[in-house]
């Protein structure tokens, strides 16, 4: 829970859904899905409280928080693989926290001129929100319900995607 307490969040020993929000995020480099890993911001060591779960496909496994005996769970974080990034807190009409604060959580540099090692000039870097390019600093890109993220690292993929399917998602 260091990174978590790294990225200014405040982990708890549940989930509270006071404030629920799902945005996606898709990273891709050279052309190529880069999978955004499941338990980000979810301390999966600990032994009560977290259950996991291989995944449907059973290439990844899903992590869910039941109670924990100590802080546990950020109020930011990934249950699965998909990409899907959860926002779950005890505080009504919560700020959204950002892009930066997730990739602090990750342990993945992100600021306006890297992506983790990839650095402008030497590397392409391009984001867009809901298919539109975003020239702003990636960090400090809000996390609403909804948005779909991506991040494009050198050769662009076939299509970038520009939505989500949220699906039962509320």
């Given at each position: 829970?260091?990174?978590?307490?790294?990225?200014?969040?405040?982990?708890?020993?549940?989930?509270?859904?006071?404030?629920?929000?799902?945005?996606?995020?898709?990273?891709?480099?050279?052309?190529?899905?880069?999978?955004?890993?499941?338990?980000?911001?979810?301390?999966?060591?600990?032994?009560?409280?977290?259950?996991?779960?291989?995944?449907?496909?059973g290439t990844s496994t899903e992590y869910y928080v039941t109670i924990c005996g100590a802080p546990?769970?950020?109020?930011?974080?990934?249950?699965?693989?998909?990409?899907?990034?959860?926002?779950?807190?005890?505080?009504?009409?919560?700020?959204?926290?950002?892009?930066?604060?997730?990739?602090?959580?990750?342990?993945?540099?992100?600021?306006?001129?890297?992506?983790?090692?990839?650095?402008?000039?030497?590397?392409?870097?391009?984001?867009?929100l809901d298919g539109k390019k975003y020239d702003g600093n990636p960090a400090e890109i809000q996390?609403?319900?909804?948005?779909?993220?991506?991040?494009?690292?050198?050769?662009?993929?076939?299509?970038?995607?520009?939505?989500?399917d949220f699906g039962e998602l509320p």
């Amino acid at each position: 829970m260091a990174l978590a307490a790294q990225a200014g969040l405040e982990p708890t020993d549940r989930e509270y859904l006071m404030t629920h929000t799902h945005s996606h995020l898709d990273v891709s480099v050279d052309g190529k899905k880069v999978v955004v890993p499941s338990g980000i911001g979810i301390d999966i060591e600990a032994a009560a409280g977290v259950q996991s779960t291989p995944s449907l496909d059973g290439t990844s496994t899903e992590y869910y928080v039941t109670i924990c005996g100590a802080p546990c769970l950020s109020p930011l974080h990934t249950h699965d693989a998909s990409g899907v990034i959860h926002t779950e807190s005890r505080n009504p009409h919560e700020n959204p926290y950002t892009l930066g604060q997730f990739f602090t959580e990750w342990g993945i540099r992100l600021d306006d001129s890297c992506v983790g090692d990839f650095c402008k000039p030497n590397a392409s870097v391009v984001l867009y929100l809901d298919g539109k390019k975003y020239d702003g600093n990636p960090a400090e890109i809000q996390l609403k319900s909804h948005i779909e993220i991506a991040i494009v690292i050198g050769k662009p993929p076939a299509v970038v995607p520009d939505h989500w399917d949220f699906g039962e998602l509320p």
